[in-house]
């Protein structure tokens, strides 16, 4: 249900990060703005740091929420390692494995999830 729920939300956010940024105008190359291609791999970065600490992700997104400075991050994560914590222990789960890279931001969104039991 979490997963569904990020995945509805995917498009409207996209469409308001790309109005926020300005890039409706000027910008009309293929491989996008420096920004852009910077904060792709800022998104890569943090991916692989959480994939790698917490190896029980069933679900990961990382997005930049800044307008294309890289200065903010909205991450979603669903793992088993978060099952039987509660949400402030989950979230210092994910603030741990992240520490150095939050130092060079200004801000972070964290929403997590327990990996829920298969009881179909």
């Given at each position: 249900?979490?997963?569904?729920?990020i995945r509805a939300l995917g498009p409207v956010k996209n469409r308001l990060s790309r109005a926020v940024a300005g890039s409706s105008?000027?910008?009309?190359?293929g491989g996008g703005s420096a920004f852009e291609r910077n904060c792709a791999t800022k998104e890569q970065q943090l991916s692989?740091?959480?994939?790698?600490s917490l190896p029980g992700i069933t679900?990961?997104?990382?997005q930049?929420?800044?307008g294309g400075c890289g200065a903010m991050f909205e991450v979603s994560v669903e793992a088993k390692e978060?099952?039987?914590?509660?949400?402030?222990?989950?979230?210092?789960?994910?603030?741990?494995t992240l520490?150095?890279?939050?130092?060079?931001?200004?801000?972070?969104?964290i929403h997590t999830a327990p990996t829920p039991k298969e009881d179909k």
């Open positions: 249900m979490f997963r569904q729920f105008g000027g910008e009309a190359s692989d740091t959480l994939k790698r679900y990961l997104s990382v930049d929420i800044s978060f099952i039987g914590l509660s949400t402030v222990k989950q979230h210092r789960l994910v603030t741990e520490k150095s890279e939050i130092a060079e931001m200004h801000g972070i969104r």
